[in-house]
């Protein structure tokens, strides 16, 4: 069984521009999730997924982030224009509906300078 | 915002030792899942306890769970320098939310 893959694996940006991060999760599984991690800490929940609808995004900053799950299979996360606090490890992970412990990709490692 | 809290934030043992990492929440749970994740890594799934249970092994891993206190522990036996590494705790509470706290640096020195 494939795992769940993110792409790119790092990300080195100039504040203002625009990045994306895209993952394909674990097929079967209805439930993705996007997570920001940084150093030192825990993941943080920005959206999660139920097929191609987003049913929880209350921690995802509106003004310029962006995601978005086309035909409930993979996603993408935006950042337009990216900010140096957004520097982090962007993490995308999926679940089954039968089985609730989550299956993380390597994530996207973001640096903005 | 994160819902677990996880004591201590780092633990240093030596190999061969025991680790116990404790992990605190607020709200009402259908499970608790305990994730370890190396430097650099995504995370991995160590081992699940639901909420209608108190103690789960899984090899040298040790979970109990006690939710009138909301409180959980990982016990890891017999510790090795490949046990190096954060632990996280995660609640799962209804619709599939899932929820982090912020973790326990580990380090087994040989």
């Known amino acids: 069984e494939a795992g769940v893959v993110q792409s790119p694996r790092y990300k080195i940006i100039e504040k203002k521009q625009p990045v994306a991060f895209w993952c394909n999760p674990i097929?079967?599984?209805?439930?993705l999730y996007w997570y920001r991690q940084n150093l030192g800490q825990g993941p943080e929940l920005l959206i999660r997924?139920?097929?191609?609808?987003?049913?929880?995004d209350s921690q995802l900053p509106k003004d310029r982030f962006s995601a978005e799950r086309l035909k409930g299979v993979d996603s993408t996360l935006k950042i337009q224009p990216a900010e140096l606090g957004d520097s982090a490890v962007y993490l995308c992970?999926?679940?089954?509906?039968?089985?609730?412990?989550?299956?993380f990709g390597q994530g996207t490692r973001l640096t903005v300078v | 915002s994160q819902q677990g809290e996880e004591d201590p934030q780092a633990l240093s043992i030596q190999e061969g030792e025991n680790a116990t990492m404790n992990c605190s929440y607020k709200?009402?749970?259908?499970?608790l899942q305990w994730y370890r994740q190396n430097s650099g890594r995504g995370l991995v799934h160590l081992i699940l306890?639901?909420?209608?249970?108190r103690e789960k092994h899984s090899g040298r891993l040790r979970v109990t769970l006690d939710t009138s206190k909301k409180s959980s522990s990982l016990l890891i036996t017999a510790s090795r320098a490949a046990d190096t590494a954060s632990y996280f705790c995660?609640?799962?509470?209804?619709?599939?939310?899932?929820?982090f706290g912020a973790g326990t640096r580990l380090a087994v020195h040989p």
């Open positions: 992970a999926s679940s089954s509906s039968d089985r609730n412990e989550a299956f």
């Open positions: 097929s079967g599984h209805n439930t």
């Open positions: 997924y139920e097929n191609e609808e987003a049913v929880d």
């Open positions: 709200t009402s749970i259908n499970n």
């Open positions: 306890i639901r909420s209608n249970e």
């Open positions: 995660a609640t799962h509470g209804g619709y599939n939310k899932l929820i």
